[in-house]
């Protein structure tokens, strides 16, 4: 049974920093491609980054781009995302995504295995 844990969401102000963790089990996590998606209230959820199953090749949405940056240490089976200089819109519960195989893309259905998801709330 795959289970994906997010841990580290919670309340920044604006122009802050916040980390995000997602540790896997029954996956075989060196060769799974990982990702974080969101989704805020209202809206669609949408993709944030992915990164490739070494951690040589990482994929950004354009509103993250250059803010926040995914890594991940195969050693612990955990992928991260480091999100600075947050603005309020970038509330919204934060998702990790797997593949098995594979890159995740911006699709959703790219995606083989969610998380429950991490509340990170930005206030102006």
């Known amino acids: 049974q795959v289970q994906l844990v997010e841990s580290g969401g919670g309340l920044v102000q604006a122009g802050g920093s916040l980390g995000l963790s997602c540790a896997a089990s029954?996956?075989?996590?060196?060769?799974?491609?990982m990702g974080w998606f969101r989704q805020a209230l209202g809206k669609e959820r949408e993709f944030v980054a992915a990164i490739n199953f070494s951690g040589t090749s990482t994929y950004y949405s354009d509103s993250v781009q250059g803010r926040f940056t995914i890594s991940r240490d195969n050693a612990k089976n955990t992928v991260y995302l480091q999100m600075n200089s947050l603005t309020p819109e970038d509330t919204a519960v934060y998702y990790c995504?797997?593949?098995?195989?594979?890159?995740?893309?911006?699709?959703?259905?790219?995606?083989?295995?969610w998380g429950k998801g991490t509340l990170v709330t930005v206030s102006s």
């Open positions: 029954g996956l075989f996590f060196s060769s799974a491609g």
């Open positions: 995504a797997a593949r098995r195989v594979g890159g995740i893309t911006s699709a959703l259905s790219s995606v083989h295995y």
